[in-house]
Structure formats: structure tokens, C-alpha cells
Nanobody
Framework: QVQLVESGGGLVQAGGSLRLSCAASGSIFSINAMGWYRQAPGKQRELVATMSRGGITNYPDSVKGRFTISRDNAENTADLQMNSLKPEDTAVYYC???????????????WGQGTQVTVSS
């Protein structure tokens, strides 16, 4: 069994900051990419930030320069530092990890349950 647990969401005023954390636990051999996605009401889930095991990051233009992803490979955690938040950043934020459970298994994607981020104007 693999579990991803997010924390750190909440309500913040525009211009403020929040830090989200994601911890993966369970039967894990290795984790490839870890990332954050978000889904606003009535919209599709979209990429916010990803980081490969080697530290390569990817951000969409909408958050570039404001959000920073970091991870601790030894602890199987990934954080998302969000600065200069805007009302349009309001969404449920989900952590995703590409995990290999045993040495010769295929990689599979796992999702957390999501954490609400609300940015007021």
C-alpha cells in the first residue's frame, strides 16, 4: 500500500504565501517524479510544478517565479512554496508521485487526497 498525504492548505489574502507539504509512505522502492497539480471548480486539473528525482523542475508560466517545488528523496517528501498568491490560484491542490513499489515493478502514479487553497482578493 502507498499513501500520499498533503498538508498546509488554507485561506490567505492576495499577495500572501503558503507552503504545501506532501509525504509518501508505505511500500516504496523508489520515487521518480513528484509534483503538484491543482483543480479549480469547473476546470480541468492542471500542472503546477514537478521535480524529477534528479532535481529537474517544470513549471507552467502561470506560476513561474512565484512557486517553488522542493523535495527530500530520503524522506519521500515534496513541498510547494507559493508566494505572491493570486485569487486565480484558488483550487484544490493535489500531490502526485510516480512510484516503483518493488525493484522490478513498473512505475505507477499515485495521488494524494488534495488540500484546499483559497486566495481572497
Amino acid at each position: 500500500q502507498v499513501q500520499l498525504v498533503e498538508s498546509g492548505g488554507g485561506l490567505v489574502q492576495a499577495g500572501g504565501s503558503l507552503r504545501l507539504s506532501c509525504a509518501a509512505s508505505g511500500s516504496i522502492f523508489s520515487i521518480n517524479a513528484m509534483g503538484w497539480y491543482r483543480q479549480a471548480p469547473g476546470k480541468q486539473r492542471e500542472l503546477v510544478a514537478t521535480m524529477s528525482r534528479g532535481g529537474i523542475t517544470n513549471y507552467p508560466d502561470s506560476v513561474k517565479g512565484r512557486f517553488t517545488i522542493s523535495r527530500d528523496n530520503a524522506e519521500n517528501t515534496a513541498d510547494l512554496q507559493m508566494n505572491s498568491l493570486k485569487p486565480e490560484d484558488t483550487a484544490v491542490y493535489y500531490c502526485k508521485a510516480t512510484i516503483r513499489r518493488r525493484r522490478y515493478d513498473n512505475d505507477n502514479d499515485y495521488w494524494g487526497q488534495g488540500t484546499q487553497v483559497t486566495v481572497s482578493s
